[in-house]
């Protein structure tokens, strides 16, 4: 090794080793009536039991009361602490049932909040506080039930991670000072009620964390509720002629080229079926409902199964809402082609049942097993529509 570089070497080594040793240093002290372990502007009073906030000193600006017995908290619970010095404060795994109007009315420089599983809120709960970030995280709120619908009236949130929503628990004005809000992989009621929301999430999408993809299942289960439960509907065999296609195409970008080289060539060309084919024919616009469009204006559902198939969020979301689609009008569309087999790890439970319940046409490498391949599709693609569309 060279001279500079045994120098440099030592130089980094001392560094890290300083680093080390000043983290490790920070003086702490106890606090909090002996409950707390303090810094200059810290308190960590988590864990301890506690069913009362202990003195804490008025330097302190952040602190910890997590993991602690509290059942309910007021503007009375923080007489022990100088409030206003108060930036973060975290309140997360304890007991508290409830949180009362102007439970943070002290806080007038808070501007991060950690809060607990489900509490009740009353109205006006953050008054006159300066907060910026409330932390609801997997606190399952019920916003219906649990939350005034004033409660977040009166801050300047622009922070908010919560688990459930509805639309008079978050004020206009509250959602038009948002700039950031979490809300991925909630398990939301997907009614009526949610439009709101969909409609909030697709003009604002730049301020959803880990949109669109964490709140695809959401998304879908809200669609499916408003297309086929809002209100039943049944396919009329009469109606046959009023379809815009042959057959609606599910396929993985990965096997777009096979569908290019083999099947269109192959069912429009020659046989003069119609396909709808999603990068082809879908109109610009949000890609479940032009989903939703294709399976009601097609008299066939083809999935092209393969092992990318399985990783296609869009192909799973698709399936999802064609198989909907088949429980709720009893009708017999969907026709599986079999590419390849798709990892059984990556199998969804939407896959399984396809497997499971739906017989499959299976492309072969040879002449003979392709030119028996178009024989059977093309057969059950040309089945009258009173008729069952079973493969054969």
């Known amino acids: 090794m060279s001279i500079r570089g045994l120098r440099f070497g030592l130089v980094v080594t001392v560094l890290v080793s300083f680093i080390r040793f000043s983290i490790s240093t920070i003086p702490t002290y106890t606090c909090g009536d002996g409950h707390c372990a303090c810094t200059t502007t810290s308190a960590n009073c988590k864990g301890k039991n506690l069913t009362f906030i202990p003195r804490i000193d008025a330097c302190i600006s952040s602190l910890d009361i997590s993991r602690n017995v509290f059942t309910a908290l007021s503007h009375a619970s923080f007489v022990n602490v100088t409030t206003r010095n108060i930036i973060m404060l975290k309140i997360r795994d304890c007991k508290i049932k409830h949180l009362a109007a102007d439970t943070f009315e002290g806080f007038t420089n808070l501007t991060k909040l950690s809060l607990p599983s489900k509490p009740d809120i009353e109205s006006y709960a953050f008054n006159n506080s300066h907060l910026r970030e409330l932390y609801l995280t997997n606190s399952h709120l019920s916003f219906d039930t649990q939350v005034h619908e004033d409660a977040l009236r009166g801050i300047n949130l622009h922070i908010l991670h919560i688990a459930s929503i509805t639309e008079h628990a978050i004020p206009r004005n509250i959602r038009e000072q948002l700039s950031n809000i979490n809300l991925a992989d909630n398990p939301f009621t997907c009614d009526c009620n949610l439009r709101w929301f969909i409609d909030w999430v697709q003009r604002n999408s730049s301020i959803f964390k880990q949109y669109p993809k964490r709140y695809l299942r959401w998304r879908i289960r809200h669609l499916i509720y408003m297309k086929y439960y809002r209100p039943k509907r049944q396919r009329n065999p009469a109606n046959i002629q009023d379809y815009t296609f042959d057959a609606y195409v599910i396929l993985s970008d990965e096997d777009e080229d ?92 939407s896959l399984h049942k396809l497997l499971r319940d739906t017989a499959h046409i299976t492309w072969g490498e040879e002449d003979d097993a392709r030119e028996t391949f178009w024989g059977r599709l093309v057969a059950v693609l040309k089945i009258n529509e009173n008729q069952c569309a079973c493969v054969p």
């Open 258 to 349: 096979w569908v290019v080289d083999e099947m269109i060539p192959k069912l429009e060309e020659q046989h003069q079926l119609k396909l709808c084919i999603p990068n082809r024919d879908f109109c610009s616009g949000y890609i479940l409902d032009n989903i939703d469009s294709a399976i009601q204006t097609s008299r066939h559902i083809i999935v092209v199964l393969s092992p990318s198939f399985a990783d296609s969020d869009w192909c799973q979301a698709s399936l999802m809402m064609a198989q909907t689609f088949v429980l709720d009008t009893r009708a017999n569309p969907l026709i599986t082609v079999l590419l390849g087999e798709p990892d059984a790890r990556n199998l969804s439970h």
